[in-house]
């Protein structure tokens, strides 16, 4: 095991991690830019290093000072969290050079499944479904109209190399091809560098689920069950829930059993999430994060088990804790992302936090960085906490939540707790019954 793991990365997720070591007897070391001087995580750890100013180039993605920091900590082991260098191959593969171990996947297969096109063909090798579509990167408008003919219109263009929704156009038909094709690209060269796009059918109303996975290292694999984060706006996850309220035992079986199946035969090591769109019964392979995804602790509610142990033991060596028959399945559980940003245009709310204060009771988690005078600063990702509630089926959970996010108090910003609050009551909701879109069609209501 290790002696002493460095935490690449701040606010929520890097008090998680740091938890998750005190709680396995690992020392711990923090790095912070000079604007996060008073974060919890620096408050907490064992030791702390200043790397560098506020601009996440000049500090979170410097790679040379937190390897630098590594070295001078002694720290054996970086533990990346989510975003930032998470699936970064050439951080992963610096550490490698430096005898750091990094606490993920190898950097081949971070490669691999960071390029949308070599994803879908990986995947597809591996004998999970996958949405149909180009092979590979479409560059000529003649083979765009090619392959949009073949799996029929409306059809979704895609940056090779994007995420978060960026160089992403829909053609309803024929006569929206040409711009669609043109704006995807230089919207993907503009955020990513890269221009390559692909085509895939666009499915109307499907549901996003994604499958929580593990590899161990050494040829086997596991499956955590599913999540559903369906409930999107700009493509940006707001509300995951495990399980989906739209399978059923058997058809959560099956799709889990592929992607075990799958992460094995890649001898993958660490946590992964498998993603897909699920339309009339079939799943359709959209990507793979290869890292922790910000909304594992519903899936660690459902089975009682610590993600975050699990990515720090594989990654020593020592294997999985759990076969796949250990892991059971209980109750229901949700997560909301409360996010410092205005409930209805979404525009950050960076400020001082006069007052927090957090529900709690059975089943009640909070995920959360912040504290009563926090000053939130105006350089980083919005999310201040994450509200997790479980309960034994949907209808309880749904309960709890209501009552959580009643005694949750946030004051000096503006949060996006008014809107869970609204979604809490809606017929929709509460019957599990919504898609990718529906989310985006409520706020254009303004309800």
């Given at each position: 095991?290790f002696q002493?793991i460095?935490?690449?990365n701040?606010?929520?997720i ?8 005190k709680?396995?007897g690992i ?6 830019s000079?604007a ?6 620096v408050?907490?750890?064992d ?33 990346p ?6 699936e970064?191959?050439?951080?992963a593969d610096?550490?490698?050079?430096h ?15 960071g390029?949308k ?6 995947a ?12 590979g990167a ?13 799996i ?10 994007g995420g978060?929704?960026?160089g992403m ?10 711009i669609?094709?043109?704006?995807a ?5 503009a955020?990513?560098?890269d221009?390559?796009v692909y085509?895939?059918?666009?499915l109307?109303k ?5 499958v ?9 694999g596991v499956h955590f069950?599913?999540?559903d ?16 309220p ?15 199946k799958?992460?094995?035969?890649l001898g993958?090591s ?15 392979f959209?990507?793979?994060?290869t890292?922790l995804?910000v ?5 660690e509610?459902i ?5 975050v ?14 076969k ?6 209980n ?6 992302r409360?996010n ?6 979404f525009?950050?709310s ?16 909070v995920?959360?960085?912040v ?14 906490g ?7 089926n949907r209808v ?29 009551g ?13 989310l ?8």
């Amino acid at each position: 095991m290790f002696q002493k793991i460095l935490i690449a990365n701040r606010g929520e997720i890097a008090l998680r991690v740091l938890r998750a070591c005190k709680e396995l007897g690992i020392q711990t070391v923090v790095v912070h830019s000079t604007a996060d001087a008073d974060a919890m995580h620096v408050r907490l750890a064992d030791e702390s290093v200043c790397i560098g100013p506020p601009p996440s180039r000049d500090s979170y993605l410097n790679i040379h000072q937190i390897v630098a920091a590594c070295e001078i900590t002694g720290a054996d082991a970086v533990h990346p969290g989510y975003g930032f260098l998470s699936e970064n191959a050439k951080f992963a593969d610096i550490l490698a050079a430096h005898n750091i171990t990094f606490i993920g996947p190898s950097g081949d297969h971070i490669r691999i499944m960071g390029d949308k096109i070599e994803a879908k063909r990986t995947a597809k090798r591996l004998g999970i479904p996958v949405v149909p579509g180009s092979d590979g990167a479409v560059t000529e408008e003649k083979e765009a109209r090619r392959i949009a003919a073949e799996i029929g219109y409306p059809v979704i263009i895609k940056a090779s190399a994007g995420g978060g929704g960026r160089g992403m156009k829909v053609a309803h038909a024929e006569a929206d091809l040409e711009i669609a094709l043109q704006t995807a690209r230089s919207e993907a060269g503009a955020a990513f560098g890269d221009d390559a796009v692909y085509i895939e059918k666009y499915l109307e109303k499907p549901r996003h689920i994604e499958v929580q996975v593990f590899g161990d290292g050494f040829g086997g694999g596991v499956h955590f069950g599913e999540r559903d984060c369906s409930l999107q706006r700009r493509h940006q996850k707001v509300w995951e829930e495990a399980n989906s309220p739209a399978l059923n035992a058997e058809e959560r079986s099956r799709i889990g059993g592929i992607c075990a199946k799958a992460i094995a035969d890649l001898g993958y090591s660490g946590a992964g999430t498998i993603e897909f769109l699920y339309e009339n019964g079939e799943f359709y392979f959209i990507e793979m994060n290869t890292r922790l995804q910000v909304e594992h602790p519903v899936t660690e509610a459902i089975t009682g088990i610590d993600l975050v142990h699990e990515q720090i033991r594989v990654a020593s060596g020592g294997g999985l804790s759990v076969k796949q028959e250990d892991i059971k399945f209980n109750g229901h559980a949700i997560e909301c992302r409360i996010n410092a940003e205005d409930p209805r245009t979404f525009t950050p709310s960076p400020g001082t936090i006069t007052h927090f204060h957090t529900p709690g009771g059975l089943g009640i988690r909070v995920d959360s960085g912040v504290y009563s005078g926090y000053k939130i600063p105006p350089y980083y990702d919005s999310l201040i906490g994450k509200l997790i509630v479980h309960g034994r089926n949907r209808v309880e959970c749904m309960m709890r939540l209501r009552r959580a996010l009643d005694e949750f108090v946030v004051d000096g910003i503006k949060t996006t707790l008014p809107l869970f609050r609204d979604l809490v009551g809606n017929a929709d909701i509460a019957n599990g019954d919504y898609d990718i879109h529906w989310l985006e069609k409520y706020l254009a209501k303004g309800e």
